[in-house]
């Protein structure tokens, strides 16, 4: 099973200062159109050329729209390279729109 972050963890988890990364695994144009803030944009095509972007000596969350894109990332990163310091955000943006932050727009 995949680790799971619910939007109001990791919000919790923000609001508490934790040193996270978050990695957006969306498109170019999702992403200029909605995100959460402090997120580095790596589309999921990209991650095998760009995955020494990924830290490994903090917890990583990975986003996309509704979480299946970054379960992918997720998945694709243990298997590959071995991290296991990655969270998939649940719900991806769309949840943290509704449970966080509703300025951040739903498409």
């Given at each position: 099973m995949l680790p799971d972050l619910t939007p109001t963890?990791?919000?919790a988890r923000q609001?508490?200062?934790?040193n996270l990364q978050l990695i957006d695994v969306r498109?170019?144009?999702e992403y200029d159109y909605c995100r959460i803030e402090g997120s580095h944009l790596?589309?999921?095509g990209e991650l095998p050329r760009r995955a020494a972007e990924i830290a490994?000596?903090?917890p990583v969350v990975l986003i996309c729209h509704h979480g299946v894109r970054s379960m992918q990332a997720l998945?694709?990163?243990q298997h590959r390279h071995g991290?296991?310091?990655l969270l998939n955000l649940k719900g991806g943006i769309d949840a943290w729109s509704r449970e966080v932050d509703?300025?951040?727009p739903v498409y």
């Open positions: 963890d990791l919000h609001q508490r200062g934790e498109e170019p144009m790596i589309p999921l490994t000596d903090r998945a694709f990163l991290l296991s310091n509703p300025e951040v």
